[in-house]
């Protein structure tokens, strides 16, 4: 009796453990989670915690101390430059370890040894798409020179030096959340980091949809609907300013009508479906000392991602007896990359030029070993994935390499709507060049030559890279390697037996759109196309129209300026796109037939001062009814049920009433009458009705309730605790204010060139990844507010000072 | 005053594991105590998990508290569904305290197995002699 008694109680307590230990009864270990030693109680960090201490390590050659300031900027001092970067290193991953992994694993296609089997597609597209070929390729430039290789070896040493740190209490609780432990750092992560950065500014393409369209509308209505250059459009590079002639004379292949426009896919067409953010962008400007009060430069920029937490920045000061850098830094890679030292600074913002071309390639058989290129079967190079799945049997893909690049898609892998041909990539990423050596000089430079030395190591994601110096100067220059073309090559799929149809080479770095000290006395560029249609190179790419026309408006009016006015337009909600889309609504709707909340909210658009500002909802009711009307203009026309279906940009519709309202869209082919404007609009409008009308009862129609911004935690839905919603804020698309939905100025920086420099910044985040941290988010609600830190360029006397919270010391 | 003695040495004993050993071994220091302490079956179940209870919940309590409850709010509408950061307080104490109250209980079952000595006689002695911190040996 006593003895199954006691056998009833040691299994009972045996069931308790194991449900509490395991992960296959509830969702997370509550046993592991919750206790003292190896839960997640370790990481609440005590609100008045020492962020300091004194550390020795041997692969150290001098002494570096850092100086937290009450925000938990760390402003790094170091003896010897490589210390820098190890300390950099250490505290990248003392703050955002797991970040720095998550996203190198995600670069890597490695998610599913996290997630498990719903991470393969993820990562076969990622392994597909080469990115950790390019890393690689990255890598052996990266290490062939030595300044890069000895900055990245001290970061990683760093890195790992914290790493062999920690213990079960210690390890950041995502880690205790999914189970399982960090991996030593590598070169190569930090490659992959770039890649990834890469990936999300030069990753789009649309040669699948282009080649569809093509196909369903005929050449004419696919150029009306997809044109290549906006006539709004206020390029980076002014109108009027002469460009130089290409020198390099260009082969067109004989056979494009047949082989190339003619193409007839049989069904379908592979469509890439983990395209990153078309809203991935970034607004960058610099005024002249003739335009501001103070007679010095003021450089702006706000680079748009998507926002996270932990956020993608981090921001320090690297100081050491070569350099002095402060800005932001990316957890992932060693030095500063948007920022500013004592004599310049500098931004950047995304070119959104086409990189990325995609081939048909017909192989011998389905073992994939040999293609068709010119005379007889090549031989396909072949890369063996291992992906490897947690919970599960590792999963192997053959990727076959062909002279353009990996086979994305083919049978194995036919995309969401692909019809199972092979299509190999073509993409700059894939080149080998050392972009960190860029950073590695801008850390230092002094000039604008020393900036242009530096640039020209850039060879992808394409950025128009602005510049200010303290002696007066400012310039931006459009930089990477953007592949020649003949007029329409890589819009559409190119046949891939044919070398012919190959890249012939590359725009020469002085012939990008460029520009040093204009007469304008400022230079913008905000994503759009950089230059007009007498650019002599065919540049197609992914460009916004709005922010560009805005920001040039807004700065040619700009004199005296200050910092505070600067920071002003960056958190301006002006909508410019509105400005002239909403005159077509009002004029053409027929109010007459509109019922009470119909006319309720006509007058509620007309009354809108035209701010996407946060108790607005002129904006909301704006935005519902004009993307309504492209539903009803287009839905007709381009209503297929093969996919891959574009949908035509809203600058399209836009200029196409502008110029005429008599618009060949307009009708309804699908009824046997003719619509004009007016019906399609009305018809529009009562359309968005039923939910604009729907928000407004649910109290959501104001233009920030209806936004509803958010910063995601990178496990988003998984972890929503961790992120923070409902914050109230202005902006939107087409804005200088880019702030949607969970997308925006990820960074935002004025830097004024005086002596010393005087600058400003905020980000959407907060130092410290852990969300048991008060530095967790603790920037947002200023980032929200459109307001800044000043931020404390240390010097070597303000070692002293009161700002200075807590210290670091490390010795060898 | 035994049932202090047994809280406080399953306490030590639990702490001291958790430094070394996985989460469970506070049902390892349950047990060591439930067989070296003589208590009736249900006190050292009891014990056990007021043992644990505090030490789990109090150490929680005391590094949510000087976090402002950060950490523990978010967990616990991570965990819990509920934004009372003490509902994890709470459960991270019962938790301990029941893997260690279980195994308490094992403890003194299976010494009473081995010594055969029925648990009542232990009871009987603890009463009258009075010295209740006695070490059986």
């Not at chain 1, 789009?204 to 196909?215: G, I, P, S, V």
């Not at chain 1, 400022?522 to 002599?536: F, M």
């Not at chain 1, 410019?576 to 889309?581: K, L």
Request: proline residues 6%; neutral net charge; charged residues 20%.
């Amino acid at each position: 009796m006593r003895i199954t008694l006691f056998i009833l109680t040691l299994i009972m307590n045996a069931g308790l453990i194991y449900v509490l230990d395991t992960r296959k009864v509830l969702p997370v270990p509550l046993g592991v989670l919750l206790s003292p030693h190896e839960g997640i109680w370790q990481n609440a960090e005590a609100m008045d915690a020492d962020q300091g201490g004194d550390f020795r390590f041997p692969e150290l050659k001098g002494k570096v101390e850092v100086y937290f300031d009450a925000r938990l900027v760390p402003h790094v001092f170091a003896e010897q430059e490589q210390d820098a970067y190890f300390v950099q290193g250490f505290i990248h991953a003392r703050h955002r370890l797991w970040q720095m992994e998550f996203q190198t694993h995600a670069a890597a296609g490695r998610i599913s040894e996290i997630v498990g089997e719903k991470g393969i597609d993820y990562d076969r597209n990622q392994r597909r798409n080469g990115m950790v070929y390019a890393a690689e390729n990255a890598l052996h430039r990266m290490e062939a020179d030595p300044d890069t290789k000895a900055a990245c070896d001290a970061y990683t040493a760093g890195v790992n030096a914290y790493i062999t740190r920690l213990n079960k209490g210690s390890l950041p609780v995502e880690y205790k959340i999914l189970g399982y432990e960090p991996e030593k750092w590598t070169n190569l992560k930090s490659a992959l980091f770039m890649k990834a950065m890469t990936n999300d500014l030069a990753g789009f393409d649309r040669d699948f949809e282009f080649t569809h369209a093509l196909r369903t509308l005929g050449e004419e209505n696919f150029r009306m609907l997809f044109p290549e250059v906006a006539d709004s459009l206020s390029p980076v590079i002014p109108s009027g300013t002469p460009y130089e002639t290409p020198q390099q004379a260009l082969n067109i292949p004989k056979d494009l009508d047949s082989a190339y426009y003619g193409r007839q896919p049989a069904t379908g067409i592979a469509e890439n479906q983990f395209k990153p953010d078309p809203a991935n962008g970034s607004n960058n400007w610099v005024i002249a000392g003739s335009r501001s009060r103070s007679g010095h430069p003021i450089l702006c920029n706000d680079p748009h991602l998507r926002l996270s937490l932990p956020a993608i920045w981090y921001e320090m000061q690297l100081h050491t007896p070569v350099f002095n850098a402060y800005g932001a830094t990316f957890p992932g890679i060693p030095g500063v990359v948007i920022g500013f030292n004592q004599d310049i600074a500098f931004g950047f913002t995304n070119a959104g030029r086409d990189v990325r071309d995609y081939y048909e390639v017909r192989f011998r058989d389905r073992a994939r070993a040999e293609y068709w290129f010119d005379s007889p079967w090549r031989k396909a190079d072949v890369r063996i994935e291992q992906i490897r799945v947690k919970g599960q049997t590792t999963v192997l893909d053959t990727v076959p390499y062909t002279v353009f690049g990996p086979v994305v898609y083919d049978a194995s892998f036919p995309g969401k709507a692909g019809d199972g041909k092979a299509y190999a990539l073509r993409w700059v990423a894939h080149d080998s060049a050392n972009i960190l050596k860029m950073w590695h000089l801008l850390n230092r430079a002094r000039t604008h030559d020393d900036y242009l030395a530096a640039i020209s190591h850039f060879n992808v994601p394409g950025q128009n890279m602005i510049f200010a110096s303290r002696n007066g100067d400012i310039a931006l220059w459009q930089q990477a390697t953007f592949p020649l073309r003949w007029k329409d090559q890589g819009l559409f799929v190119m046949p891939g037996y044919d070398s012919s149809y190959m890249w012939q080479g590359y725009i020469p770095m002085e012939h990008n759109p460029h520009t040093f000290n204009p007469t304008e006395g400022y230079i913008s560029s905000a994503n759009q196309r950089p230059a007009d249609s007498t650019y002599p190179y065919f540049i197609p790419g992914q460009y916004d129209v709005y922010r560009g026309i805005i920001i040039n408006r807004k700065l040619a009016a700009t004199y005296d300026a200050t910092p505070d006015d600067m920071m002003k337009l960056q958190n301006d909600n002006y909508n410019v796109f509105a400005e002239y889309a909403r005159p077509i609504l009002i004029r053409h709707v027929d109010s007459a037939g509109l019922d009470d909340a119909g006319r309720y909210y006509l007058k509620i658009m007309g009354d809108w001062n035209l701010n996407n500002d946060p108790e607005q909802k002129g904006p909301t009711v704006f935005t519902a009814w004009w993307d309504s009307l492209q539903q009803v203009v287009y839905a007709d026309d381009l209503n297929t049920t093969e996919k891959p279906v574009l949908r035509p940009e809203r600058f399209v519709l836009l200029e196409a009433l502008l110029r005429d309202t008599a618009y060949r869209f307009i009708d309804d082919i699908r009824t046997p009458a003719t619509e004009d404007l007016r019906s399609m609009v009305t018809r529009a409008f009562r359309m968005a009705i039923p939910s604009i009308d729907s928000l407004e009862k649910k109290g959501r129609l104001s233009w920030a309730r209806n936004k509803n911004t958010t910063v995601y935690h990178l496990l988003r839905n998984a972890t929503m605790p961790f992120s923070r919603q409902g914050i109230l804020n202005g902006g939107g698309t087409h804005i200088i204010n880019a702030t949607t939905h969970e997308h925006g100025p990820s960074w935002r920086m004025v830097v004024h060139m005086t002596t010393p420099i005087e600058a400003y910044a905020v980000y959407p985040g907060g130092q410290q990844g852990n969300p048991g941290s008060p530095f967790y988010d603790s920037f947002i609600d200023k980032w929200a507010k459109g307001e800044y830190y000043r931020i404390w360029f240390m010097t070597e006397g303000d070692k002293k000072s009161g700002r200075v919270k807590w210290r670091m010391s490390f010795s060898s | 005053m035994k049932f202090i003695f047994a809280v406080i040495s399953t306490a030590l004993l639990a702490y001291a594991g958790g430094i070394f050993l996985p989460w469970w071994s506070v049902a390892l220091a349950g047990f060591i105590s439930g067989a070296w302490l003589l208590q009736r079956p249900g006190t050292a179940f009891l014990s056990g998990f007021t043992s644990v209870f505090l030490l789990w919940a109090g150490f929680a309590f005391v590094r949510s508290q000087a976090n402002d409850d950060l950490l523990a709010t978010r967990f616990a509408q991570l965990i819990l569904k509920s934004d009372n950061p003490l509902l994890l307080v709470l459960l991270t104490g019962v938790i301990g305290g029941l893997s260690a109250g279980l195994g308490a209980l094992a403890g003194s079952l299976g010494r009473s197995l081995i010594s055969g000595k029925d648990q009542t006689a232990a009871d009987t002695l603890e009463a009258t002699s009075g010295a209740s911190d006695q070490q059986p040996g």
